[in-house]
């Protein structure tokens, strides 16, 4: 276990029968404007959402220099320590934005938790459809949502419905929505829209959990 102390954000019930750990993007804190929104509309579901930042992204709070993630294995083994602080793994639900999220998929079989939830799947870096994230994917066990925008440039739908991906999965369309569930103007919808539509798909998603 890292030595220094994880710092959390909660919000919502902290006696919900289920905890959804919410990590952030790569180049995004924990507390910005897109995960505020999405853990107080969970929160507003009735359940506990715990956002933390991986190391990387705590130091750049503290010096406010950028820099890179770590490499998945660090990333992966901080996510362990994540379960292990807030305690059950069968009582929590991991996942997250974008990286954060790809990381807990990697994750989540060895650590035994309830569920899964990819705000964002990167299923390949923009424009390099070929250099696909998707190999564990295909034996994952545990049950999973990804809420993934029809415009994500990281695995447009015609894509991601080629893919070989396990039966526990399942995809949640967010309308129009690109990386950020941001819609066009044009879509007659909004970010708060989308963001709220994908909150309700992972409460039903979290509901057939805890049942």
Known sequence: MSNEPIEFIFDGDENASLT???AHGAGAPMDSPFMNEMAAELAGHGWRVARF???????????????GPDRAPVLEAFWADVVKTLGTPSNL???????GGRIASMAADDLGVAGLVCLGYPFHPPAKPENLRT??????????????????????????????????IDVHWVE???????????????????????????????????S
Do not use: W
């Not at 190391?55 to 709070?61: D, I």
């Not at 639900?93 to 990286?99: D, E, L, P, Q």
């Not at 440039?153 to 419905?161: I, K, L, M, N």
């Not at 690109?178 to 539509?197: A, E, V």
């Open 20 to 22: 959804i750990v919410l």
């Open 93 to 99: 639900v991991i996942g997250g934005k974008s990286m």
């Open 53 to 67: 930042e991986f190391p990387y992204m705590a130091k750049r709070r503290l010096d406010g220099k950028k820099r």
């Open 135 to 168: 190999e564990h994917l295909i034996a994952l066990k545990t049950p999973a949502l990804i809420c993934h925008g029809t415009r994500d440039p990281f695995g447009r739908p015609d894509e991601v419905a080629g893919y070989d991906l396990s039966h526990s």
């Open 176 to 210: 129009d929505g690109d990386h950020d569930f941001k819609p066009r103007k044009s879509s007659g919808r909004t970010q708060s829209q989308n963001i709220s539509d994908a909150a309700v798909a992972i409460s039903d998603f979290a509901n057939k959990i805890a």
